[in-house]
Structures are given as C-alpha cells and as structure tokens.
C-alpha cells in the first residue's frame, strides 16, 4: 500500500516593480527577532489534537465542496507547508494562518508552534521503522529575487526545507525541475504536479509526503473477488473485493454516530482507521467529526474477532486547488494584495498566487510474500455467538496516522473506488 501527496504554494509578485528593479526592493532590515523562549514540548502544545482539529475542518470543507467524491488528503502535509510560509508572514497575515492551522495564538507562541512542527518532523523521519515515510519541502526562489538570508536560514533549520536559486524566467524549465523534484520523491506516484506555472510566479514552496506500509495481517490476493460497491441505494459498481476471514483486530462499534470502526495496522510505527458508517449516516458522521470523536475512537477500540473483513482494493487519486478551502477556514490575506510575506524578501509586495495539493492512495493485499502466513484460522468460530462480518461495500472514510505521535498523516472518503 502506497500513498503520497505533494502540497505547493506558488508565491508570486504583485508588483511588478520587484522583477523589473531588483535593487530598488532592497535594503529593508527585518525587525523578526527571535523571543528566546523556552517553550513547552510537543505534547503540552498538544500538537496530535490541533493537526487533527485542522485535519478534520479541512476534510468537512473538501467534501462541502466535492459531495460524492473520493476525497485523499495529507493535512499534515498542508499544515507543514503553510508552516513553513509562515515563516516569512507577519502580521495579520501570519496570525490567519497559524489558527487557520487551529493554533491558538493566546496559549502558544509561535515559536512554540515552529519547535513542535521540527520535532514532529524528527520522529517521523525515524530511520529503521518499517513503516516508510518521506517528506520533505523544498523552496524554489526566482535567481533574481533578494530573498532574505535570515527566512533561509530558518527554514532550513527548523524545517529542513532548502531553497534553491531557480530561472523562472525560463518557466518551462522552471515546471520541469519542481516537477521532477516531486516525482523523484514520491517514487513516481505525482508526476505532473505543476501543469503550468504562471509567469509571475517567483517562488514555489512543494511539500510532499510519501508513505508505505505492510498490513500487519495481510489480504490473501487468492481470497480477492469481484463484487459490488454500492454508490447509493441503487447504483452499484464492480470492485476487486479483499477478504480476510476471522481476523482479530481492534473494533468499535459507535452507537451514538451509528458507524462502525476498524483499525487494521501496519508493521511499524503506523496505523489505519476504517470507518463505516450505517447506510445514508455519511453526512451526519461527517458532521459530527472532531478531535474528540476520533479520541473517543481510538480510546474505545478492543481487539474483536471479524468473522469476515471485506474492503475493496482500490488506486484513488486527487488533484486539487486549496486556495478556496484554505479561505473557508480564515486563510485569506496571503492570497490577496494585503498579504505581508515580508520575512522572504523584507518587502510587502509578494503573494501566493496558487497552492494545488495532489494525493495518490493505492490500497491493496501487500504484499503477496507474506500471503502464506495469512488466516489466522481458528477453528470452531462457528461456535461463536456473534458473528461479526464488516463489508466496507459502501462509502467509508480512511484514516492514516502515525502511532509514535498520533498525527493523522493522511484522510480520505472513498465513494466510488474505481473513480480515480
Ligand atoms: C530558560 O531556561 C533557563 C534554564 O532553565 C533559564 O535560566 C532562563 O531564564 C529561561 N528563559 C526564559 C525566557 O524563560
Ligand atoms: C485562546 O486561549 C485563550 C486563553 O486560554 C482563551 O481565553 C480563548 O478563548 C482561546 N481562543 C479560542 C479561539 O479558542
Ligand atoms: C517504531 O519507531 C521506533 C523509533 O521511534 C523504532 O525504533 C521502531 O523500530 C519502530 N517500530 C517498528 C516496528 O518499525
Ligand atoms: C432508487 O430507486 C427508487 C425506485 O426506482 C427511487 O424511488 C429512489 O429515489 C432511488 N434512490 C436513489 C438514491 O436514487
């Protein structure tokens, strides 16, 4: 199972003036100073709670905006990357994007918030765990663009994130090494990410994330059949249906939102959460998703025989353009002539033109080598009682996150799997 996501910001100028006099832009000190605060850990900034509260606000805004679609997401990509941008924000501009980010500026400093995304980045990119995840980000400045040697300097220690001098005066060149950058780090899964770059762009900030993990208790491809999805009541498509018969795995049952909840693990540091909800409660389940359901999940699940788990094997991609749904949330002000980006350049004249967010989620029986050790056969299961039998042979929501920080690293809705 593979799944990566690439994030960009394409900051552009909406003066001119900057490309045409470079020398005149100049000269302006930067007042940031660093507060030398020792600042609190990550887990009293309570990091795991604000990325799932900015995760879930995002996911009840992109399915506002695509209803009956699959949705795949990285919150945790889109939150770095405007992290990262806010590095070079100030004032209300950079305010609006921190509680974009669900931050509350009162309780924490945004020192504090810069700390707690490094250190989040630090355990996720633990060498030796089975789980693979990449990420990284990456700025690519116009040559000509005076960007400032302090917004480098804190990019690339807090967030390790290299800016790299780029001709974007040769924009299709320019197109080619981001994209290039971006398929090398997803091994191929996002290829063309950026399909024209605007002619006033002169800088383009990419985060990607790549992931891979092994089901702990693989899919048996042998047990794979065709089946029906159903889209509503009526409408059904055929699928490549996986089974796995008396599996235990956590479960919970959740009366109150009227769904069911599966977490099949990975070997590793990481964990998925599928949930289904009862036929036509997809809406009231989307509407009632907060940091505290998801807690309540993870609080509740037990390990549970599944007399027969059913989950289609599907590829689902999306490509999206986030400025819209990051102005649903109150990040407006970068977008706009208003916007202060003036930690880049030590100038009021840049703005992000355009940010598009593309996912690929690929979920299959992984890995076939294993597939001799599945089953987990228990004999006399016909003696039990209750038998329990999950069929995700409907819309059902897909929840990714890292067991070590309890960070939803990817979200997804599948709706039709063979949409993609
Ligand atoms: C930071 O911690 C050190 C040692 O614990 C202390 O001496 C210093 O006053 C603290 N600084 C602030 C700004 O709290
Ligand atoms: C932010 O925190 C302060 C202090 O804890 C609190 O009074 C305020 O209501 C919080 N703001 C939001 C928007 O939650
Ligand atoms: C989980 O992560 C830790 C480091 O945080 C690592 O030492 C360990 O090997 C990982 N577990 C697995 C099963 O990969
Ligand atoms: C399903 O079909 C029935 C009868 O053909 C119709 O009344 C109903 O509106 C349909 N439901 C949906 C969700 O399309």
């Excluded at 005076?146 to 804190?154: G, H, N, V």
């Excluded at 002000?333 to 100038?347: N, P, R, Y």
Aim: net charge negative; proline share 5%.
């Amino acid at each position: 199972m593979a799944l990566c996501v690439a994030f960009v910001l394409l900051v552009a100028v909406f003066c001119p003036a900057v490309l045409c006099q470079p020398d005149g832009t100049l000269g302006k000190e930067t007042t940031a100073q660093e507060d030398q605060n020792n600042g609190t850990q990550v887990d009293s900034l309570n990091l795991a709670s604000i990325n799932t509260d900015f995760a879930f606000s995002l996911y009840k805004e992109l399915a506002l905006k695509n209803p009956d679609k699959n949705i795949v997401f990285s919150p945790f990509s889109i939150s770095f990357a405007l992290a990262v941008l806010s590095l070079g924000a100030s004032s209300n501009t950079l305010e609006e994007i921190l509680e974009g980010l669900k931050f509350n500026l009162t309780e924490t400093p945004k020192e504090d918030i810069h700390r707690g995304f490094g250190d989040l980045l630090h355990m996720l990119s633990q060498p030796g765990d089975q789980v693979k995840i990449s990420t990284g980000s990456a700025i690519f400045v116009e040559k000509r663009l005076p960007i400032l040697a302090e917004f480098k300097e804190k990019a690339r220690a807090l967030y390790q994130a290299e800016a790299s001098s780029t001709d974007f005066q040769q924009p299709h060149e320019a197109k080619k090494l981001i994209n290039d950058y971006v398929s090398k780090n997803t091994h191929g899964k996002i290829k063309e990410l950026i399909s024209d770059l605007d002619d006033s762009a002169l800088m383009v900030l990419v985060n990607y994330i790549y992931f891979k993990g092994k089901w702990k208790t693989p899919f048996d491809p042998d047990s794979t059949f065709e089946s029906d999805f159903y889209l509503d009541n009526n409408r059904t498509v055929r699928v490549p249906m996986m089974k796995l018969k008396f599996l235990t795995t956590p479960y919970f049952r959740d009366e109150e939102l009227s769904c069911s909840v599966v977490e099949l693990k990975y070997t590793g540091n990481a964990s998925a959460l599928f949930i289904l909800p009862d036929e036509g409660k997809m809406q009231q389940l989307e509407a009632s998703l907060q940091p505290e359901t998801l807690r309540k999940w993870k609080k509740s699940l037990r390990p549970r025989m599944i007399d027969e788990l059913r989950l289609p094997k599907f590829s689902i991609s999306t490509d999206d353009s986030m400025e819209g749904i990051l102005s649903k949330l109150g990040i407006r002000e970068v977008f706009s002539s208003q916007a202060d980006l003036s930690g880049i350049t030590g100038d009021k004249d840049l703005m992000v033109s355009k940010v598009v967010h593309k996912a690929v989620l690929d979920v299959g029986e992984i890995g076939t080598e294993a597939a001799a050790a599945t089953g987990i056969m228990m004999v006399g299961s016909a003696l039990i009682l209750n038998p329990l039998e999950v069929y995700f042979d409907r819309s059902f929501l897909m929840i990714i996150y890292s067991t070590n920080t309890q960070t939803p690293l990817f979200m997804a809705k599948v709706t039709n799997p063979n949409e993609n």
